[in-house]
């Protein structure tokens, strides 16, 4: 039991599998990223999505977060195919039905510029008769693969996927491939999470 907890915010490039162990030589790991001993990611994010990915070596929390009856938010900012219509934005608002699961209801809004983020590496593939657009999406839950599913399932293909916060933690000051310490403040907040019954 480590006597000392580590809390760390990493800003997980694209391509980058959400583990420290390399399941083929080409795959590119945490390991990559991240020296620190015994931390482990609390969740996972897509070796396609980029974004903020958290990190400890307190077992209890990684169990609290990971648990569904807690219900904490994930922002994320996702570019999809074409111009979402108010249509659209509604039925993701309400929820959506994604193979036998309905979602919950979301936080849901078109962007109205893109959002200052880092070129990605590979860049989307843009095809140039058709336009995208920015949509920021607030999930209480995190279902395999849920934010793609959900806009495929109202007819705008997720091209790019990037999460920005939980509940309060989000990537400020960092760069992509960086990580750092939380701050007592964030600290905090993850100490006042409510726990699971």
């Known amino acids: ?3 000392h907890y580590r809390y760390i915010i990493f800003y997980k490039p694209y391509g980058v599998l959400s583990q420290f162990t390399q399941e083929t030589p080409k795959h590119i790991t945490l ?9 482990y990611p609390v969740g ?3 070796w396609d999505s980029e974004g ?6 307190n077992g209890q929390l990684q169990h609290r977060l990971a648990n569904p009856k807690f219900g904490h938010q994930r922002t994320y900012w996702v570019q999809v195919e074409r111009i979402p219509d108010e249509d659209a934005i509604n039925k993701l608002q309400r929820g959506v039905t994604i193979q036998d699961y309905r979602t919950r209801p979301a936080q849901v809004r078109l962007l109205s510029e893109p959002p200052q983020l880092p070129e990605r590496d590979p860049p989307i593939r843009f095809r140039k008769n058709v336009p995208t657009a920015w949509v920021e999406m607030t999930l209480t839950e995190g279902k395999n693969r849920q934010v793609r599913r959900m806009t495929a399932a109202v007819g ?3 091209l ?8 309060n933690l989000n990537l400020d000051g960092l760069q ?3 990580w750092r310490d939380l701050t007592v403040s964030e600290l905090e907040f993850l100490r006042n999470l409510p726990k699971a019954n």
């Not at 390991?31 to 931390?39: A, R, W």
């Not at 790019?160 to 509940?167: E, K, N, P, Q, T």
């Open 52 to 57: 903020l990915l958290l990190l400890t070596n």
């Open 156 to 158: 705008f293909p997720t």
């Open 160 to 167: 790019r996927l990037v999460r920005v916060s939980i509940g």
């Open 1 to 3: 039991m480590p006597t």
């Open 176 to 178: 992509l491939g960086q």
């Open 31 to 39: 390991k990559d990223y991240i020296d620190i001993p015994d931390v």
């Open 44 to 46: 996972r994010l897509d």
